[in-house]
Nanobody, 116 residues
Framework: QVQLVESGGGLVQPGGSLRLSCIAS????????MGWYRQAPGKQRELVAE???????NYLDSVKDRFTISRDNAKNTVYLQMNSLKPEDTAVYYC??????????WGQGTQVTVSS
C-alpha cells in the first residue's frame, strides 16, 4: 500500500520561505515521477512542480525562480523549497506520485498560509 506523508506547511509572512517534505512508502520510489500540487479555496487543484525519475523538472509559471523541487531517492523523499512566498501561494499543498504503471497516489495535504 502506497502512502505519501507531507510535512512542513504552516504560516509564513510574505517574502518568507518554507520547505515541504513528502515521504513515500510502499513503492519503488526511484522509478516514480513525484510532484507537488496545490488547491486554494474555490479553485481547481493545479500542478506546482514535478520531478521525473531521471531528475527532469517542470514548474508552474508563477512559481518559477521561487520554488525548487528535489528528491532524495535514498530517503524516499521529495522536497519543495518555496522562497519569496506570496499571499497567492496560500493553498493546501499535496504530494503526488505516479508509478511506472501510471497509477496515481496522493498525500493528505499540508496547509500553507502566506499572510502578514
Amino acid at each position: 500500500q502506497v502512502q505519501l506523508v507531507e510535512s512542513g506547511g504552516g504560516l509564513v509572512q510574505p517574502g518568507g520561505s518554507l520547505r515541504l517534505s513528502c515521504i513515500a512508502s510502499g513503492t519503488i520510489f526511484k522509478f516514480n515521477t513525484m510532484g507537488w500540487y496545490r488547491q486554494a479555496p474555490g479553485k481547481q487543484r493545479e500542478l506546482v512542480a514535478e520531478i521525473t525519475s531521471g531528475g527532469s523538472t517542470n514548474y508552474l509559471d508563477s512559481v518559477k525562480d521561487r520554488f525548487t523541487i528535489s528528491r532524495d531517492n535514498a530517503k524516499n523523499t521529495v522536497y519543495l523549497q518555496m522562497n519569496s512566498l506570496k499571499p497567492e501561494d496560500t493553498a493546501v499543498y499535496y504530494c503526488n506520485c505516479i508509478n511506472v504503471w501510471r497509477v496515481v497516489y496522493w498525500g493528505q495535504g499540508t496547509q500553507v498560509t502566506v499572510s502578514s
